[in-house]
């Protein structure tokens, strides 16, 4: 036990003792967290229109009046033709095209329908999947309205309704940012554990100094735990930076008990320093294990449910994301945070987590002692 506080004592130092690294494990997280949740909303404002009005009548301005102030879209064009409208797409100045046709009004009142055509730019899949579900929102309303205006009812048989009550649970008033930045602090703790605990080890051998560690009378495995568990710390600590800003700028306190959040990311933290010690025993360099560290972190995030909902991934992609750590972590911290979940409540993430360090750190450890020798 000397032994392991002594290497402790002198890991610490050594972080503490390089600027650079006391930015990026403090300074960065805390920034990154204030910037990320304020621009990653998932609600789509400002879609650019342009619009084509053969009609020119008192619906057909009423419809436009409707769909500008909705708040979601924007005006940018009102061409005279279908081919100077499409032009706009073709320049990027609209995401979508509305053309009224000449008899709009007069279709609508008399015969009781009409059609209207709308064309998205579907560059961006995300952006014209939404702004199309928008309009043709707006303009159902529309339909509806019109209906109730011109078409007369029987008083005998009314018109059959159904009146559908819905609430949003746990999250009541539909704010991404309770769901995004616990998210995000996942990704930003991840970070730091696999990409430094990686760097750090690799880092003895380019000095040259594994040489002398090895053949000193101090076990691998002190001289392990002396390398993994500082930054175990260091990640800690940013997690609790990154709570205290959600809860300070975001407004946002878990339902549950932080100290489950703590525990859970305690046993997280030694599967992802076990995968950086893992991707450090095969790099020779610190620049191929700090790219390494940056692919598989990044596959780790994009597959992990931060952004797309594991459910709607295909088959391959849900697979993968069964054998990832950060997926696990992510959904408990929502949990944890917008329903109040306990430690009974995770006992299924801990185990597979468990599972992970278990593995990576016992892949490591004998992968480190083939190439030391």
């Not at 899949?125 to 928008?134: P, R």
């Not at 554990?193 to 090895?214: C, L």
């Not at 020779?284 to 972190?297: E, N, W, Y």
């Amino acid at each position: 036990m000397r032994t392991l506080r002594f290497l402790l004592q002198k890991e610490l130092r050594q972080i503490l003792r390089d600027p650079a690294i006391f930015r990026i494990l403090f300074i960065m997280p805390i920034v990154q967290l204030l910037i990320l949740p304020l621009a990653a909303d998932y609600e789509i404002k400002n879609i650019n229109l342009s619009l084509v009005d053969h009609d020119h009548s008192t619906y057909s301005a009423r419809l436009i009046q409707k769909i500008t102030a909705s708040g979601y879209f924007r005006l940018t064009d009102y061409s005279t033709s279908y081919a100077a409208s499409l032009a706009t797409i073709g320049r990027d100045k609209a995401d979508l095209l509305l053309e009224i046709p000449a008899r709009f009004e007069t279709d609508l009142v008399k015969d009781g329908k009409t059609t209207l055509l709308v064309a998205v730019n579907a560059i961006n899949g995300v952006k014209a999947g939404l702004g199309g579900a928008y309009l043709q929102n707006i303009l159902q309303n529309f339909n509806q309205e019109a209906r109730a205006q011109w078409v007369p009812f029987s008083r005998t048989l009314p018109q059959p309704t159904i009146e559908v009550c819905y609430s949003d649970w746990f999250n009541p008033h539909m704010n991404y940012r309770y769901f995004m930045v616990p998210g995000i602090l996942v990704m930003l703790v991840t970070m730091i554990g696999s990409s430094f605990a990686s760097n750090n080890i690799v880092r003895e051998f380019e000095m040259g100094t594994i040489e002398q560690i090895n053949v000193s009378p101090i076990k691998k495995t002190w001289f392990i735990l002396g390398k993994l568990i500082p930054f175990w710390i260091m990640a800690l600590t940013v997690l609790t930076m990154g709570l205290l800003i959600a809860r300070w700028v975001y407004g946002i306190v878990p339902l549950g008990h932080y100290l489950t959040i703590y525990a859970f990311a305690g046993i997280y933290l030694m599967a992802i320093l076990g995968l950086g010690l893992l991707l450090s025993t095969y790099a020779k360099t610190q620049q191929q294990s700090m790219l390494v560290s940056f692919f598989v972190t990044m596959i780790f995030n994009l597959l992990s449910g931060l952004y797309t909902p594991i459910e709607s991934m295909p088959g391959w992609a849900q697979t993968i994301a069964r054998f990832n750590p950060v997926s696990y972590f992510i959904e408990v911290m929502r949990m944890v945070v917008l329903k109040g979940s306990g430690m009974a409540d995770i006992r299924p993430h801990i185990l597979a987590v468990l599972g992970f360090a278990i593995f990576f750190n016992g892949w490591a450890v004998l992968n480190y002692k083939k190439r030391s020798g």
